[in-house]
């Protein structure tokens, strides 16, 4: 008898290791969640625990993400969001960390920086632990099913990497999973979901989540991220449609399709905002990547075999549909990110998956007291020095989020930053010189290469055009254009804190995270300047980085 | 419980200061808001400046928990908060705006014998003084309010409460734009991101102040800028008797209509209630320490949290997703300091704690009265800054609900 769980009193099959959102989508479910004010219909959209669409009650517990939660048989989920008659004690009943000691360095964030940082520390003889909110160690980057079948890893970029680290990691580290820091205090102490963390040192290796520009249309069920289709298929298994669109900008485009195409899916197009041939403007940014080079024409080559078409400056400004999406307008840009009138075409889907960069998790770094600057991708990231020291004494940053440039500049990263906590730890250097030396020169050419990415792959400047007065800029707390618009006309804000004072966006349950750079942006533009490192930290500064269960809170860690 | 219509027009007139004025009221929060709409109101005097060195309504204003009463001990308490809860009961018509007054009844909860007896006493001291007030029985507060878990098995178990049912929440930000549109509307300037930095004195008298946005003349300067009151009467050497404070306050996941009344308990530092759109609002107790920053330890929420899933079972399956501080001016017998300063043209409106909000048409009405005829109002006659050395003091550590 296959495995089941129960939605809504109708029995839905899963298979081992599947999320509860992968289980729904597998069943033809795309929608789960009622807003408290449109009474729209939700379900997955970033899927990787950021946007709080997907929100379900879980075993009695409301607010659960579903994108997160496995699925395990006999569950019981449900639409319904209220506490009356919910039959759980309100705690999420994790174990704690094996041990309350002290460690010499805490990496929080098991992605390619954090298990870089946590093996070369380890390495050096430190006591490390390893703190990560998902059950596997990887991350986005090498996100896998809980029970993977064998040969599976094939679809997976440098998989010899991630096993390389993962058994330094098993072998040396204690590794913290299903554990989110949802506080940190100066010290360190880290309050996690698991139990308490204490260190001397810590890494943040929080990463990123998809970057998504609001349009109208952008919240109907079935249009979500590219994180989101990847997470679905990488970890649950499942195509996100039968007629995909693929849009945005960025090269994380080009796996999303092809593993889309390759789980046998029609992918009606990959609509690029940006233009490659950017990279052409800044010749020194591909010297000494050879790797990025091959791995893009690698993807470009699926796509040509799968006669998948790639087409360059498009966009999709809107999206279609009544319980579901099932179309979009994909326009044409011209050199200034602006529509070319009259290139509007009509396209017709059941998915799309449009995301334009990603944004990083910055709320621990924030909390801490890290400085954080205005980074190439128009984003904010951590400061930090050349062994990813941060502003704040014994907090070291790697990987995504000291500015977005991929995994393999995060590994890098980690390296340089677990090797330089290592060090502070008093332990032995886990590198040599020459080691040091290369990795800061692979660091170095990366980051050119990344910076060459942002300019060639940047949001198209004409985006905030296609919003209609009533598209939602903030999910949660649906709030339309019109009054992010009416806030700074009409009622003289200024910047964006103040905008979320006037109109709510960001004070809902993923407190900024979706919305964030959408609205400093349209901030900045309606005061007619540029985004300041402001704007963009009251969306990404939070008093809790997760929101907790009361229940849990009570119980101090 | 409904949710919440189409936010209302906020737009008032952004003015540019002015070089001098009749009065310049230092703090655009609902008290300062509330003061120069009752001056021009119920003096005619229109020539008002309202300063706020933020945006308007962004410091305590729009971090307390909402929570109107009226069930003070002490006659002297009873008749300020009863006259603003009076004011409340036709606020909405008065100032032509929507401010989601709902009347739904507040308790205060006992858990000692001595709380009990406090409280009984209370109740009986407010229905003298003219003040609607009920004391419940276990069983009666669950009739009233059917989530608080009355087992007397609890760490605190409750053993009864004060409960008066006129009392209850509004909307706070909607009142400080009420306010401030109908002061607008009667010619008072009202004017954001202007700091004072100092006073201008002239033969000891206060002749004005000095602002980010330069220097404004005045007859009379009144201050009403809660928590950093003391840091603004540093600035003419005058010391008021203040501790400033963070206090905490959170909000959860909106949630379906759960919890139909406000409950406040003063021995495990919960007040909690569910606003209009669904979410929890819960106050915590106060940061030990003296601060200026709006951010308090986060103990102090668990330990709130602690108590409150104990008393509310069911708030254990909520979120908090957002939790926030604000800072509290707490005076040594728990009461506010309203009126003369003992400086020429330099008024006084301070030391409400944690319980401004509740008072803020009533006070600024009786501020207004004190700055129009330079003498206080019989209202708040007794909260005379130099009651500290007189020693008349108005004792209201038992019912200003979060321990000071």
């Known amino acids: 008898m296959a495995d089941e769980i129960v939605f809504d009193g109708r029995t839905v099959p899963v298979l081992p290791g599947q999320t509860v959102a992968g289980a729904l989508w597998e069943a033809g479910i795309r929608s789960w969640r009622t807003t408290p004010v449109a009474r729209a219909q939700r379900g997955l959209f970033c899927g990787i625990g950021a946007c709080f669409d997907c929100l379900a009650t879980i075993d009695g517990v409301p607010g659960q993400r579903a994108c997160l939660a496995i699925a395990r048989p006999g569950m019981v989920v449900s639409s319904r969001h209220d506490l009356v008659g919910a039959a759980s004690p309100g705690t999420s009943a994790t174990p704690g960390p094996p041990s309350a000691a002290r460690y010499d360095v805490a990496v929080v964030g098991a992605g390619p920086a954090g298990l870089a940082a946590a093996a070369t520390a380890a390495l050096g003889g430190s006591r490390v632990a390893l703190i990560d909110g998902a059950g596997q160690p990887g991350g986005q980057f090498w996100r896998q099913r809980e029970s993977m079948g064998e040969g599976e890893e094939r679809g997976y970029r440098d998989w010899p990497v991630f096993a390389g680290l993962r058994s330094i990691v098993e072998e040396r580290v204690d590794h913290i999973p299903n554990a989110t820091v949802w506080f940190a205090e100066p010290g360190f102490v880290l309050h996690t979901t698991a139990g308490r963390v204490e260190a001397g040192r810590v890494v943040l290796a929080t990463g990123a989540y998809d970057r998504v520009l609001p349009f109208p249309g952008w919240d109907l069920p079935g249009v979500v991220t590219p994180g989101a289709a990847q997470a679905l298929l990488k970890g649950s298994g499942v ?10 900008a960025g090269p994380f485009l080009l796996p999303v399709a092809v593993g889309q195409a390759a789980a046998g899916v029609r992918v009606i197009g990959v609509y690029e905002a940006g233009d490659p041939r950017g990279y052409l403007g800044r010749p020194g940014s591909i010297v000494g990547v050879a790797g990025k080079v091959r791995e893009a024409m690698a993807y470009a080559a699926a796509l040509a075999r799968r006669r ?46 449009i995301g334009y960069g990603f944004t990083a998790n910055l709320d621990l770094a924030l909390m801490l007291g890290c400085a954080t600057r205005v980074s190439a991708d128009g984003g904010l990231a951590v400061m930090v020095g050349g062994e990813g020291q941060t502003s704040v004494p014994g907090v070291y940053a790697a990987g995504e989020i000291t500015g977005v440039g991929g995994a393999t500049l995060s590994v890098v990263e980690g390296e340089l930053a677990g090797s330089a906590a290592a060090q502070a730890a008093g332990s032995s250097d886990p590198l040599s010189g020459r080691e040091l030396a290369s990795l800061r020169r692979r660091r170095r050419r990366l980051r050119a290469f990344a910076d060459a990415m942002h300019a060639a792959h940047a949001p198209p400047a004409g985006w905030p055009v296609w919003l209609e007065d009533q598209t939602l800029v903030c999910r949660c707390e649906e709030v339309p254009y019109a009054s992010i618009a009416a806030a700074v006309t009409d009622l003289g804000a200024s910047d964006a804190r103040t905008v979320k004072l006037l109109a709510r966006p960001g004070m809902g349950w993923c407190q900024g995270r979706v919305c964030g750079y959408a609205t400093a942006e349209l901030t900045a533009r309606l005061c007619d300047r540029d985004v300041r490192r402001d704007d963009l930290a009251t969306y990404a500064h939070r008093p809790f980085a997760a929101p907790m269960l009361l229940g849990d809170l009570s119980r101090p860690t | 419980m409904s949710w919440v219509p ?9 003015a540019e200061p002015k070089r001098r004025y009749q009065v310049v009221i230092v703090g655009g929060g609902g008290h300062g808001l509330a003061t120069a709409y009752y001056l021009a109101r119920n003096h005619g005097i229109t020539d008002v400046a309202v300063l706020e060195r933020g945006w308007l309504a962004g410091g305590n204003m729009a971090r307390n928990t909402t929570i109107i009463r009226s069930n003070y001990l002490w006659e002297a308490s009873a008749g300020i908060y009863e006259h603003a809860l009076k004011l409340w009961e036709s606020l909405e018509a008065e100032l032509g705006y929507p401010i989601l007054f709902s009347q739904r009844g507040v308790l205060n909860l006992a858990h000692s014998p001595q709380e009990v007896r406090d409280g009984m006493r209370r109740v009986q001291a407010n229905l003298l003084a003219g003040v609607d007030a009920q004391w419940l029985d276990p069983m009666e507060v669950a009739e009233v309010c059917p989530i608080v878990n009355v087992s007397p098995q609890l760490r605190y178990p409750v053993l ?41 004195r002239r033969d000891g008298r206060v002749i004005g102040v000095r602002t980010t946005r330069g220097e404004i003349g005045a007859q009379t300067v009144a201050l009403s800028a809660a928590g950093h009151t003391s840091v603004l009467a540093d600035m003419v050497g005058l010391r008021v008797p203040l501790q400033s404070h963070a206090l905490q306050a959170l909000v959860s996941d909106l949630l379906l209509p759960v919890h139909p009344t406000v409950v406040m308990s003063n021995a495990v530092h919960v007040y909690v209630s569910q606003a209009h759109k669904g979410e929890l609002v819960m106050g915590a107790g106060i940061d030990a320490h003296n601060s200026y920053s709006q951010r308090g330890a986060v103990h102090v929420i668990e330990r709130q949290l602690a108590a409150a899933v104990e008393l509310f079972p069911v708030f254990a399956r909520a979120h908090v997703l957002r939790t926030w501080g604000g800072i509290v001016d707490v005076s040594p017998d728990a009461s506010p300091i309203v009126g003369l300063t003992g400086i020429e043209g330099l008024m006084i409106n301070c030391g409400w704690g944690t319980g401004g909000f509740k008072a803020t048409p009533g006070i600024g009405w009786c501020y207004a009265h004190t700055i129009a005829h330079g003498q206080p109002h019989p209202l708040n006659a007794p909260f005379t800054l130099d009651r500290f050395t007189t020693g008349a003091l108005v004792d209201e550590h038992g019912a200003a609900a979060v321990a000071h």
């Open chain 2, 160 to 200: 009864g409460a004060t409960y008066q049912p006129r009392g209850g929440i509004a909307k706070h930000d909607y009142v400080a734009w009420g306010f401030a549109r109908a002061a607008s509307d009667l010619g008072v300037d009202i004017i954001e991101h202007c700091e004072v930095t100092g006073f201008d």
């Open chain 1, 239 to 248: 195509a996100v449609g039968r007629d995909v669109v693929v849009a945005g």
């Open chain 2, 6 to 14: 189409e936010q209302p027009d906020r737009v008032w007139r952004s």
């Open chain 1, 308 to 353: 998948v078409p790639y087409r360059v400056r498009h966009a999709v400004i809107a999206a279609y549909g009544e319980a579901g999406v099932s179309g979009v307008d994909v326009a044409r840009l011209d050199n200034a990110g602006q529509v070319v009138a009259g290139s509007v075409k009509r396209v017709t889907c059941d998915a799309v998956a």
